[in-house]
């Protein structure tokens, strides 16, 4: 893994969470996505070098939203870059993690991305993210 590419925070609208993290971050939100096959709507800040990422639930039964209904709004999961995908996805199921994507699927911000089970990451759902190309 490279980097911390983006912080997932789970929210329940983008209209006041969006300048909520303006004012905090003293940053403007500098783009905005939906992201279809995760019925997420989302919006992105810089903090440094990582990207802050809020995702707003597009369906009242999305993973969003049943998420927060869980545990509230808050950090829903972190990003982290990697080189290869689908070697660093081989990589970690022999090491004994459960990735949640057979494949690597379409993200958000141009990436490709799949996921790790919480069980098996104490508790974080960690996603992994590459470029494409």
């Known amino acids: 893994m490279q ?3 983006h912080i997932g925070i789970a929210v329940k609208d983008l209209v006041s969470s969006v300048p909520l993290f303006e004012k905090l971050l003293n940053s ?3 783009k905005t ?4 096959s995760e019925q997420v ?10 990207k802050i990422e809020l995702l707003e639930s597009s369906d009242p039964d999305g993973i969003i939203a049943k998420f927060i209904s869980k545990k509230g709004e808050g950090l829903h999961h972190i990003a982290f870059e990697v080189a290869d995908i689908e070697q660093e996805m081989e990589r970690l199921r022999k090491e004994g993690f459960v990735v ?3 494949k690597p699927k379409p993200g958000a911000d141009n990436k490709w991305v799949c996921f790790l089970h919480p069980k098996t990451t104490n508790g974080v759902l960690i996603e992994l993210c ?3 190309k």
């Open 3 to 5: 980097k911390v590419e």
């Open 28 to 30: 403007p939100c500098y």
């Open 33 to 36: 996505e939906s992201v279809e």
């Open 41 to 50: 709507n989302t919006a992105f800040f810089r903090s440094g070098t990582t």
């Open 100 to 102: 949640l994507n057979d």
């Open 130 to 132: 590459m470029e494409r």
